[in-house]
């Protein structure tokens, strides 16, 4: 299937969850979807005939001014194909169901996206910091996140 296809068998199945297909050379086409549907759409992904992405190569976060970005790589080995899932939460309630069930990858995935970015994988297993300290405050990669002079009496401003 390309991406075409792939996103016309989504919106079949899930209709206004999936928001839009983004298929513009250079960059891997992509399919924006409701943060609400991430778990049953990656789930349909996985276990669909003609889709069957066994794969999540990775999930990583994005700051995009009032929200932040969920992004998922994923791959099916049997069929050769790639898609790319974007979803969008606010940065007041990041809060986004967790596809470690759908794929066991996720778990480290999603930690690095929650220490960096503050994204909150509902029903993770393991929600804790995975970079940073545990009593870190604030996440590196938000744009508006201020480096702070020191941590337990450490300098560490340039």
């Known amino acids: 299937m390309n991406a075409q296809e792939i996103f016309e068998n989504l919106k079949a199945e899930f209709n206004d969850a999936i928001i839009e297909l983004v298929d513009e050379a250079p960059s891997d086409p992509f399919i924006k979807i409701a943060a609400d549907k991430v778990f049953d759409v990656c789930h349909h992904l996985r276990d669909t005939e003609g889709m069957m992405f066994d794969y999540l190569a990775s999930i990583s976060g994005m700051d995009l001014g009032e929200k932040l970005g969920v992004v998922y790589h994923l791959f099916s080995y049997e069929l050769k194909q790639r898609i790319v899932i ?3 939460v606010d940065k007041d309630k990041p809060d986004i169901a967790t596809v470690e069930r759908v794929w066991r990858a996720a778990d480290w995935h999603e930690r690095e996206t929650y220490d960096l970015f503050g994204v909150n994988f509902v029903g993770h297993h393991n929600m804790i910091r995975i970079l940073n300290p545990y009593d870190w405050e ?6 508006d996140y201020e480096t702070p002079e020191e941590y337990h009496g450490i300098s560490i401003s340039n």
């Open 86 to 88: 974007k979803a969008e």
């Open 138 to 143: 604030g996440h590196p990669l938000r744009k």
